[in-house]
């Protein structure tokens, strides 16, 4: 960093809510950012790790992107519009279709609920209800869903459902893959539990899932637990979600995280990075056998957000052909590779790899040295957060678009805050410190 001084961040303790989160972790005030990298009110520069929680995979003020924005807004285009139509709304429709859906051999109505990943959630959850007449949604260990009532009540973390002060109700969890460890079959488990009458559970109107669950500690689903979920929804008439809010749009490698598992489900949830520039948008992909919606049964005053249409739109180009998996390809590989060399740093047992593609991390056995580790980057110059039910993973999520240079260096700070980190582990287990 430029500059050891880190403007005051008295305004914000004095005038804003207690609930703020990340202003407490990341304590300076930020002013400017390009591509991979941020700078505060005093010019410390930071290499951003973080990417505003996958909202802005393809980087803070994409130029590309901008400038399709700007240009639409010295024209006068409409900026709300509910859901009207218009011609941004048109022209995305028509590329998301022609670029996204036909190439997968997908067809889905593209509902827009609401500016969030959570409004797409409640969007789902509830065209599932209405389309089974079922009330009971099956969630899963460690899920995370959304802060609203109906997404909270599938969401695991403890912490964050206490925060309801209400009852949370109309959701059943079952053990996600690899919960009980690599030789249970969690899969088995949830079949018997549909199929026994004895067993309380009632059939669901849908399963809801992530294909790696973020906040929930970067655990990832396999192949073949994805696709022998899929059969089993199939074989009880239950309806399939995949929450894509943060793993979609290129996180995992692929533009949806379930691609790879060859699986089709019927409802897809999109936010975060759809919106391309990190504007508010979501999506709520919905089959469209099952889009029995009654016109205006579920709306929202800022679904119509043109700026984020254009911008999604423009972020499209991204994915007109192979070439951008590629790249995410090459650039997680080498993540992979400095995190592996890495945990041989540490104690033995200590650490462990977690995670897929452009969202990986490292776990901790003591899961304060996930917060000690991402506290160090942040003195660094290195911005990166933890996740998991007790913070124990020290998360890498920078933007799809990162320079391979600032990639690189980005890890080599990564790799001097653990040396510190293994140096005082060190100490400790000789006694001396």
């Keep these: 960093m430029k500059n050891a001084d880190k403007p005051s961040m008295q305004v914000f303790?004095?005038?804003?809510?207690?609930?703020?989160?990340?202003?407490?972790?990341?304590?300076?005030?930020?002013?400017?950012?390009?591509?991979?990298?941020?700078?505060?009110?005093?010019?410390?520069?930071y290499i951003d790790f973080f990417a505003g929680a996958g909202s802005l995979n393809y980087g803070h003020n994409n130029p590309a992107i901008r400038r399709k924005i700007v240009d639409y807004m010295l024209e006068d285009g409409i900026t709300h519009s509910l859901d009207m139509a218009t011609k941004a709304k048109e022209s995305f429709l028509t590329t998301?279709?022609?670029?996204?859906?036909?190439p997968?051999?997908?067809?889905?109505?593209?509902m827009f609920p609401g500016p969030t990943g959570t409004n797409s959630v409640e969007s789902a959850l509830k065209i599932a209800r209405k389309v089974t007449g079922r009330n009971t949604v099956i969630s899963f260990t460690n899920a995370f869903h959304g802060m609203t009532l109906g997404s909270l009540a599938a969401t695991g973390n403890g912490y964050k459902r206490a925060g309801a002060g209400v009852a949370l109700g109309g959701t059943a969890f079952m053990p996600y893959d690899g919960y009980f460890g690599d030789n249970v079959n969690t899969v088995e488990y949830l079949a018997k539990m549909l199929e026994d009458p004895g067993s309380g559970v009632e059939t669901p109107a849908a399963v809801i899932l992530e294909t790696v669950q973020g906040e929930g500690g970067l655990n990832v689903a396999s192949r073949q637990w994805l696709q022998d979920i899929e059969k089993l929804c199939r074989k009880h008439d239950i309806l399939l979600i995949v929450d894509d809010v943060q793993m979609g749009c290129g996180?995992?490698?692929?533009?949806?995280?379930?691609?790879?598992?060859?699986?089709?489900?019927?409802?897809?949830?999109l936010s975060k990075s759809i919106g391309g520039y990190g504007l508010p948008l979501a999506l709520t992909l919905i089959s469209p056998k099952y889009d029995i919606w009654k016109?205006?049964?579920?709306?929202?005053?800022?679904?119509?957000?043109?700026?984020?249409?254009?911008a999604a739109e423009a972020a499209l180009a991204y994915w007109k052909d192979d070439s951008f998996t590629r790249d995410i390809k090459g650039k997680a590989d080498a993540i992979r590779s400095t995190l592996n060399r890495l945990i041989e740093k540490m104690p033995e047992g200590s650490v462990k790899h977690k995670g897929k593609g452009m969202i990986q991390g490292l776990s901790f056995t003591e899961p304060e040295m996930a917060s000690?580790?991402?506290?160090?980057?942040?003195?660094?110059?290195?911005?990166?957060?933890?996740?998991?039910?007790?913070?124990?993973?020290?998360?890498?999520m920078p933007p799809l678009?990162?320079?391979?240079?600032?990639?690189?260096?980005?890890?080599?700070?990564?790799?001097g805050c653990v040396d510190k980190l293994a140096a005082k582990e060190e100490l400790v287990g000789a006694g001396q410190a």
């Design 251 to 269: 996180r995992t490698g692929t533009f949806f995280s379930f691609e790879e598992a060859g699986i089709k489900p019927d409802i897809v949830c």
């Design 13 to 45: 303790e004095q005038l804003e809510s207690e609930v703020r989160s990340y202003c407490r972790s990341f304590t300076t005030v930020f002013s400017k950012a390009t591509g991979a990298k941020m700078w505060d009110a005093n010019s410390n520069e």
């Design 295 to 310: 016109p205006g049964e579920h709306n929202g005053t800022f679904r119509g957000n043109n700026l984020g249409f254009v």
């Design 96 to 102: 998301f279709d022609e670029t996204i859906l036909e």
């Design 401 to 415: 678009t990162i320079e391979p240079a600032v990639l690189e260096a980005g890890l080599k700070i990564l790799e």
């Design 104 to 110: 997968r051999n997908l067809t889905y109505k593209v």
């Design 372 to 396: 000690k580790l991402c506290g160090l980057a942040f003195e660094r110059g290195l911005i990166m957060e933890t996740s998991g039910p007790f913070d124990e993973v020290a998360k890498l």
